[in-house]
């Protein structure tokens, strides 16, 4: 495949900044102590490894303003392509790769949620944070710096930077303030238009002249190369697997797909004495988690077996309660409990490996 444009632009830009040996930003002034005590300077991450990806803040625009499509008016997305999935009470929402490619960040609202649904495609992850902060409502940019390739996005009400990978900001006004998230299924466009066929669907009427049928980044999907080095780099696994990466504590462990079956499959796994179930099915390309216990309560430890042909019903437990992709109990004793939700989102595994050294790859020999 010939590379894109846009990835020929990237790569020249960050063999610049590698040349200037490891180039420190400038945008914040000051020493160049990364721990700085000065509030205007002080970074949670260090400095030197912040880069300026080129385009500059903004220079990939948000959508701010996003419309959307019932599931039959879409036709710019093939069987496979993926898409990030929100539900919100009794609405579902569906943000394809396609367009977050080129935007990264759709500043939406789902129910009575103000959301900002965030993508990297250098690293491939995607999280959706709450556009509530401390009571104030705000938008989030990109801001055009990367830190160990993830997207920094800047929220607009404070001019904070945050970190998406770590979901907290690490710059600004906000330093250490944590994002609340929101649940995304990150899957097919055939599995979710066939889960959830009364979604709404982002259109490509953005206000911006794109050709989201076209992947503005070449074959950086299947090669190994990145755009800026990473440290320490884990060649464990190819790059740009995409794998499931599940947090608790101080542990973090790497879900692969090949470990699960093309039905609907549940294994129970324990990082730092907290119980989580991942789900996930290799044919319908889902992989989620969540902690075996109830949003609300101290109600868990249920006895789960999957459920096949039956999406977005995915499992069923002892009691006779039966819950979908999104951890929700939809019949039975529990019905509208939700188990609670994991740090855990599908990414690069070079991303993973790269923000948490110390990662553990499940049925690692």
């Known amino acids: 495949m010939k590379r894109g444009y846009a990835y020929i632009l990237i790569l020249i830009l960050g063999l610049l900044v590698w040349r200037c040996d490891n180039n420190l930003i400038s945008e914040s002034g000051g020493s160049d102590n990364p721990d700085d005590t000065a509030a205007n300077d002080k970074w949670l991450i260090p400095r030197e490894k912040v880069y300026d990806?080129?385009?500059?803040?903004?220079?990939?625009?948000?959508?701010?303003?996003?419309?959307?499509?019932?599931?039959?008016?879409?036709?710019?997305?093939?069987?496979?392509?993926?898409?990030?999935?929100?539900?919100?009470?009794?609405?579902?929402?569906?943000?394809?790769?396609?367009?977050?490619?080129?935007?990264?960040?759709?500043?939406?609202?789902?129910?009575?949620?103000?959301?900002?649904?965030?993508?990297?495609?250098?690293?491939?992850?995607?999280?959706?944070?709450?556009?509530?902060?401390?009571?104030?409502?705000?938008?989030?940019?990109?801001?055009?710096?990367?830190?160990?390739?993830?997207?920094?996005?800047?929220?607009?009400?404070?001019?904070?930077?945050?970190?998406?990978?770590?979901?907290?900001?690490?710059?600004?006004?906000?330093?250490?303030?944590?994002?609340?998230?929101?649940?995304?299924?990150?899957?097919?466009?055939?599995?979710?238009?066939?889960?959830?066929?009364?979604?709404?669907?982002?259109?490509?009427?953005?206000?911006?002249?794109?050709?989201?049928?076209?992947?503005?980044?070449?074959?950086?999907?299947?090669?190994?190369?990145?755009?800026?080095?990473?440290?320490?780099?884990?060649?464990?696994?190819?790059?740009?697997?995409?794998?499931?990466?599940?947090?608790?504590?101080?542990?973090?462990?790497?879900?692969?797909?090949?470990?699960?079956?093309?039905?609907?499959h549940i294994v129970g796994d324990t990082l730092n004495d907290e119980h989580y179930i991942i789900i996930s099915s290799q044919k319908s390309n889902f992989l989620v988690a969540y902690k075996n216990q109830l949003q609300e309560g101290n109600k868990g430890n249920f006895q789960l077996e999957p459920l096949q042909d039956q999406l977005p019903l995915v499992m069923k437990d002892q009691q006779g309660n039966r819950w979908n992709i999104f951890g929700e109990a939809v019949a039975g004793p529990e019905k509208g409990e939700k188990l609670q939700r994991a740090n855990a989102f599908i990414g690069y595994w070079f991303a993973w490996s790269s923000f948490y050294p110390d990662i553990k790859i499940y049925n690692e020999p």
Not at 70 to 97: I, R
Not at 119 to 131: D, F, H, S, V
Not at 201 to 225: I, M
Request: hydrophobic share 30%; net charge negative; with cysteine.
């Open 53 to 264: 990806g080129g385009p500059g803040k903004d220079g990939i625009p948000s959508i701010d303003e996003p419309e959307f499509l019932p599931v039959d008016q879409v036709d710019y997305l093939n069987e496979n392509d993926l898409v990030l999935g929100l539900k919100q009470g009794d609405k579902t929402k569906a943000y394809p790769h396609r367009i977050l490619d080129w935007h990264e960040i759709v500043n939406d609202k789902a129910g009575n949620r103000n959301v900002a649904v965030t993508y990297c495609p250098l690293t491939g992850t995607g999280i959706a944070w709450n556009r509530e902060i401390n009571n104030k409502t705000t938008t989030f940019g990109v801001s055009g710096l990367l830190y160990k390739n993830n997207l920094i996005p800047y929220d607009r009400a404070t001019d904070s930077y945050w970190s998406q990978m770590l979901n907290q900001s690490i710059h600004g006004e906000h330093i250490k303030t944590k994002a609340e998230t929101f649940q995304l299924i990150e899957t097919t466009w055939s599995t979710w238009k066939s889960m959830y066929p009364g979604s709404r669907v982002l259109s490509t009427q953005t206000g911006y002249d794109r050709n989201y049928r076209v992947y503005p980044y070449g074959d950086y999907k299947e090669t190994a190369e990145l755009i800026f080095p990473v440290d320490p780099l884990d060649e464990r696994l190819f790059l740009k697997k995409r794998v499931l990466g599940l947090t608790g504590g101080d542990q973090t462990k790497a879900y692969q797909f090949k470990d699960f079956s093309d039905s609907v």
